[in-house]
């Protein structure tokens, strides 16, 4: 069945830069999510990557895909105290709901 | 323009008691989602509309929960004889239609925290 998975915790110093890892199972997924939640609010949109690309960068953040070994990585570059977070990944399946990875609790310590 | 809206944003009832949650999507969405956060079980996926249909109610951990759509826009997702494992956080998402394509992006909802006491 579809799974994504994703380790539960990271944590940087200021300035460093951040990889948060998802894996998934659904070969079928056309688009993959990243999701950013802070404490107390809901789920905000962050980045996709369609599965025919390899990569993605949108300022600071950057989107690797690896198809043949359904690997995704969300790159924070330069990550700083408001980055702080639960980054979730996402793949949306042919009914267009989206599984999701447990989320990965990204700490900045300054 | 106004994002996904859900209210109450916070509800406190006791073990037994009906609830009702409800959720506003972004205007010319068509396709509207439920989905659970809990401590133990992460997000979950409860129910999909397309307009007013619901063409996958998979999620729906029991015959106690119930959700509708009227006129293709507001939804009420309705939990019956609430029991304690039900507290969580309830979202709701909208998207232009439904289908894994950059147009069905979901946009999701500050969510209702429930508790069952």
């Known amino acids: 069945g579809e799974d994504v998975e994703q380790s539960l915790f990271l944590s940087v110093r200021e300035g460093d830069s951040s990889v948060i890892n998802c894996t998934y199972t659904d070969s079928s997924s056309t688009y993959l999510y990243w999701y950013k939640q802070e404490p107390g609010a809901g789920l905000q949109l962050l980045t996709y990557?369609?599965?025919?690309?390899d990569m993605k960068q949108d300022q600071r953040l950057t989107v690797l895909l690896n198809k043949k070994d359904k690997h995704l990585s969300l790159r924070i570059a330069d990550t700083q105290t408001g980055d702080s977070a639960i980054y979730f990944c996402?793949?949306?399946?042919?009914?267009?709901?989206?599984?999701f990875g447990q989320g990965t609790e990204l700490s900045v310590k300054p | 323009g106004a994002g996904v809206s859900q209210s109450p944003s916070n509800k406190v009832t006791e073990k037994g008691k009906d609830v009702e949650l409800r959720c506003d999507p972004i205007?010319?969405?068509?396709?509207l989602y439920w989905y659970r956060q809990s401590l133990g079980q992460g997000l979950e996926f409860l129910i999909y509309?397309?307009?007013?249909?619901?063409?996958?109610k998979s999620g729906l951990p029991s015959d106690r929960f119930s959700a509708e759509r009227t006129g293709g826009s507001v939804s009420t997702l309705t939990i019956q004889r609430t029991q304690q494992e039900d507290s969580a956080v309830y979202l709701c998402a909208s998207s232009l239609g439904a289908g894994p394509n950059l147009k069905e992006t979901q946009y999701f909802g500050p969510g209702t925290r429930l508790l069952v006491l």
């Open positions: 509309f397309q307009g007013n249909s619901a063409p996958d």
């Open positions: 996402a793949e949306s399946n042919q009914g267009g709901k989206l599984i």
């Open positions: 990557i369609f599965s025919n690309m």
């Open positions: 205007s010319g969405h068509t396709a």
